[in-house]
């Protein structure tokens, strides 16, 4: 490593994510070429303590935004280093959990509670994210040794005990993206006490979610997978298991339920290919006025576009199921979920196999998440 710069996952062509070299950050915005940066007098530098490998990161490898030896990553559990002179809640030392959302809380979007859809922080278009290209804000990725956060005062949950934060890391790495996700899905499809669910996915965000059911009280929360890893590892955590190789799905939730629909259902798996086959999946096990929630990726295609994705909306219309939608606003739920990690004793480590890699083994993680492992891989400097 050189003088001024730091270890980072970045991207080194479709499909790969290697460990590289990125420039250490400094309190300044660099919109893009050509223009100077500017000074970040709202922003902190973090020093990364987890970071995560995401689903939505293996997207931004095969996507058109990703441009060679940018960094990747949007999840980070960090201690605050340096602080910008307008910074006043966040003091250098803090140990904190960052959203996956850039946002400045202070447009129309973000005092509506909308972080995933700023009106400030992206010329593109309305939500940022870090670590997915120019499309999404352009800012830097997490995964790195250090990282600039803007906006430090409203964007960071500071953790109230920092020695706590570090004995349940792998909990509390989860803090900024994954079970805020799993938790948002969850009140979207309307889950409370008594509610029956399906959960398309046994991947990390599916399993988050099925943990937010749980804490919401759903009385019995189904995971459907093709993946035999994922489906035993959900069953060892206390949920059903669909093994949709073995027959229809309407067929593999009456055997579990004693009836062939749920109240709701959460898609976490979104597009694969040109088609919805989880999301209409879901829509056949809903029962007529349930409801359904998407945080699965749909592609929104190139402006002018619409990608035919042979959604079932006969289904959707014909059962009045209620449906929401698209990217999480992780900071409005981090203060009730660190709660329910750190005093109430939610281990959504356990529930989601949080896995501790050395930051510099970044590349096989991702090798291995692409190949479908039934693990969260949480990466630490």
């Known amino acids: 490593m050189t003088n001024g710069s730091q270890r980072a996952v970045v991207y080194a062509g479709p499909g790969r994510a290697v460990l590289g070299e990125a420039p250490m950050p400094a309190l300044e915005v660099r919109p893009g070429p050509g223009v100077l940066p500017r000074r970040c007098d709202h922003g902190v530098i973090v020093q990364t303590l987890a970071t995560c490998v995401c689903g939505s990161d293996r997207h931004t490898l095969h996507g058109p935004g990703a441009v060679p030896g940018m960094v990747l990553g949007h999840e980070l559990t960090g201690v605050v280093v340096e602080a910008g002179r307008d910074v006043e809640r966040v003091r250098p030392g803090d140990v904190c959990s960052v959203p996956f959302n850039v946002a400045c809380g202070r447009c129309a979007n973000c005092r509506a509670g909308l972080t995933a859809h700023c009106l400030a922080v992206n010329p593109s278009r309305p939500g940022a994210t870090y670590g997915m290209g120019e499309g999404f804000g352009g800012w830097a990725g997490l995964q790195a040794e250090y990282a600039l956060v803007p906006y430090a005062d409203f964007n960071l949950h500071v953790l109230p005990d920092p020695d706590q934060a570090r004995e349940r890391l792998l909990d509390v790495a989860l803090l900024g993206d994954v079970l805020p996700t799993g938790y948002h899905a969850a009140k979207g499809?309307?889950?409370?006490?008594?509610?029956?669910?399906?959960?398309?996915?046994?991947?990390?965000?599916?399993?988050?979610?099925?943990?937010?059911?749980?804490?919401?009280?759903?009385?019995?929360?189904?995971?459907?997978?093709?993946?035999?890893?994922?489906?035993?590892?959900?069953?060892?955590?206390?949920?059903?298991?669909?093994?949709?190789?073995?027959?229809?799905?309407?067929?593999?939730?009456?055997?579990?339920?004693?009836?062939?629909?749920?109240?709701?259902?959460?898609?976490?798996?979104?597009?694969?290919?040109?088609?919805a086959a989880a999301l209409n999946d879901v829509v056949s096990v809903v029962r007529p006025g349930g409801a359904i929630a998407i945080p699965g990726v749909y592609p929104a295609g190139p402006p002018g576009e619409r990608p035919g994705l042979e959604v079932w909306l006969g289904g959707i219309w014909s059962k009045a199921i209620t449906v929401t939608s698209g990217a999480t606003p992780a900071r409005r739920y981090q203060d009730e979920l660190a709660s329910a990690v750190l005093r109430g004793g939610l281990a959504i480590g356990d529930a989601v196999r949080a896995t501790a890699v050395p930051l510099d083994e970044a590349a096989g993680a991702y090798e291995e998440f692409g190949a479908g492992a039934g693990k969260k891989f949480v990466l630490i400097p």
Do not use: K, M, Q
């Open 189 to 275: 499809a309307r889950v409370g006490p008594g509610s029956t669910v399906y959960v398309a996915g046994a991947g990390p965000v599916g399993l988050a979610c099925a943990a937010a059911c749980r804490l919401l009280g759903a009385a019995l929360v189904v995971v459907g997978d093709f993946n035999a890893e994922r489906l035993a590892h959900a069953r060892a955590a206390g949920f059903a298991a669909a093994d949709l190789a073995a027959g229809g799905l309407p067929d593999l939730i009456a055997e579990i339920a004693g009836v062939p629909h749920v109240d709701a259902g959460i898609d976490c798996v979104g597009a694969s290919g040109v088609r």
